[in-house]
């Protein structure tokens, strides 16, 4: 069913904004910290029209499922959620907007760490700024979304999502400083490119998941250490005062950070690799939002030849793993790596195929 199918009119407009998949730099963005993400091929997609009685309207073609929104309606579940807050936020920008129809398809993959709420956030925020011609910049649409998220959806995240959504593309890495926003976009290293692959276990990061247990630990970690936040700690020695787990918690931001400025200032292609296997050794040990069965397809990447590092990708508790794999490599380090992880009883896909960078 099409736009004119389901709301009886034509759409007005029409917005995108890709996933992201993230290199180095995770659990570091609520931390005033540095990432490196760079976006996917897959987009999701909105169409825009005016609605004419009244009532916001939103459908989901992946769900197949349409909500309405009348004057005081609660905060909606779901995929509505992020378009109603998005709204709202928007109003309370100051902006008045007219009851809209708003059709979604999304080609990110849900619950897999790529990013698909903050590519329908932003795509959503592009939309009503065209139709509306709101004059929003990119950087403004990713703090849109990222509070919508917050505020609407129940994630205390960072920004590094909306603001990959908004400004990165798929042929660079997005250096990105969270606290001040500095930014810079940086080439994949010399002969690599690189590989999603999905662990099959999904995750949801709302409400009740350790993601905001997880911040919250951090906080109270700054606070301890009297800093405004752990990205201001720059010894991984300084944090061994700290009594567990947020001892743990906080090493695994302070050596993030540390690897992603290292990768950031330019380092081969193996470099990069072990910093990326550090990287997960790190979520898993220290932060411990990994699972078993990412643990053992990241295990089985790292061992297959021509990958120069993985590690588990995006909030954690299941998704999806990302490889560095010398050009060329891709396809039959996949295959061999879906295959073993099928031998452990597991199965896994590519969600992202390796492209030449
Ligand atoms: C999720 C959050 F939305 C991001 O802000 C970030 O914290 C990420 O998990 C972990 O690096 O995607």
């Known amino acids: 069913m099409n736009f004119q199918q389901i709301f009886g009119t034509?759409?007005?407009t029409e917005a995108s904004a890709p996933g992201r998949v993230n290199l180095l730099g995770e659990h570091t963005d609520y931390n005033d910290g540095f990432v490196l993400p760079t976006a996917i091929p897959q987009q999701t997609t909105v169409q825009l029209g005016l609605s004419q009685d009244g009532q916001h309207h939103f459908y989901s073609v992946e769900l197949d499922e349409r909500v309405?929104?009348?004057?005081?309606?609660?905060?909606?579940?779901?995929f509505a959620s992020y378009i109603f807050g998005c709204i709202r936020l928007l109003e309370r920008e100051g902006y008045t907007l007219a009851p809209v129809n708003v059709y979604v398809s999304s080609a990110v993959p849900i619950g897999c760490g790529l990013s698909s709420s903050a590519a329908l956030e932003v795509a959503t925020l592009r939309g009503l700024r065209s139709l509306f011609s709101l004059p929003l910049g990119d950087v403004k649409i990713a703090q849109l979304g990222q509070q919508a998220e917050i505020q609407y959806a129940g994630l205390n995240c960072g920004i590094m999502d909306q603001m990959a959504a908004s400004l990165a593309d798929t042929h660079s890495l997005l250096f990105l400083d969270t606290r001040t926003l500095d930014r810079q976009v940086l080439p994949f290293p010399t002969g690599a490119e690189i590989l999603v692959i999905d662990s099959g276990v999904h995750h949801s990061l709302a409400a009740g998941s350790g993601y905001n247990q997880r911040r919250a630990d951090c906080e109270e970690a700054a606070r301890l250490l009297g800093v405004k936040a752990l990205?201001?700690?720059t010894d991984p020695q300084a944090v061994e005062s700290l009594p567990d787990p947020l001892r743990r918690r906080a090493r695994h931001v302070v050596t993030e950070d540390n690897r992603v400025l290292e990768a950031a200032a330019g380092v081969s292609a193996q470099r990069f690799g072990e910093l990326m296997n550090a990287s997960h050794t790190s979520q898993r040990d220290d932060y411990e939002v990994s699972v078993p069965e990412v643990d053992t397809l990241v295990a089985i990447l790292q061992e297959?030849?021509?990958?120069?590092?993985?590690?588990?990708?995006?909030?954690?508790?299941?998704g999806a793993c990302v490889a560095l794999v010398a050009a060329g490599y891709g396809e039959g380090v996949s295959l061999e790596a879906i295959a073993k992880y099928q031998q452990a009883g597991y199965r896994g896909r590519v969600l992202v195929p390796s492209h030449s960078v």
């Not at 004057?71 to 579940?77: A, F, I, L």
């Not at 120069?308 to 954690?316: I, M, V």
């Open 304 to 318: 297959t030849p021509g990958v120069f590092g993985a590690r588990l990708t995006g909030g954690g508790f299941g």
């Open 231 to 233: 990205r201001d700690i």
């Open 68 to 78: 309405s929104i009348s004057e005081g309606t609660h905060t909606p579940s779901g």
């Open 10 to 12: 034509l759409p007005q």
